[in-house]
């Protein structure tokens, strides 16, 4: 299903945006380093940013690998001491929305707070549909949540009735009070939506 999502048809893969964000943005590495740390999760194809390899160095990750350079691997099971603020940048394009449940899809985007640099991005791609027609999220819930986990919107591109919705985040601190509100569902709207969700715990 995300390879369809990333098909040629509805605008190829997300990286374009991705990259044209970090361009613009002019992102430096973390110190020490030459070049931008990227943990591509969900990786679909090994040369994602072959174009940008001589100032991103990707590593890219799957549940279940389709090339020998992508690592097969669950990002929930990474070890968190040993990638605590490693990555100048984490993409989750089409990632979030088929964790299957809800606390999980919340931890994942915890984690990604916990494994970015100081001063790092995190790239959030997912289908409009999951906040834009879900009776537990909307855009302005997804923003207060991802407030709450200690992110600070910087970029953000979809259009009303379109199929894709992206954003860019810089780490910032997590509000462990705001946090709470976010510990269970609530159901935002009514009538024929569907049950996307985020929990944080």
Known sequence: MSSIGQGKDRGGGSEKVLIGWLKERRVSPKEGHNKLRLLEVGAL???NYDSCASWIAVT??????????????????????????KWNVISLSLVVNYVPEPKDRGRMLSL??????????????????????SRYLTPDALQTLMTAIGFVQVKERWKKGGKMAYWLYTKGVRDEVAVD?????????????????IILQ
């Open 181 to 197: 509100q976010f510990r269970k569902k609530e159901v935002c709207r009514q009538g024929n939506r569907n049950n996307f969700a």
């Open 60 to 85: 890219p990750i799957d549940l279940r690998s389709r090339h020998p350079s992508i690592l097969e691997q669950d990002f929930l099971l990474m070890d968190e001491a040993d990638h605590r603020e």
């Open 45 to 47: 194809k090994p040369d």
């Open 112 to 133: 990604a707070h916990t494994m970015l640099a100081s001063d790092g991005l995190l790239y959030l791609a997912l289908p409009l549909p999951c906040v834009e027609n």
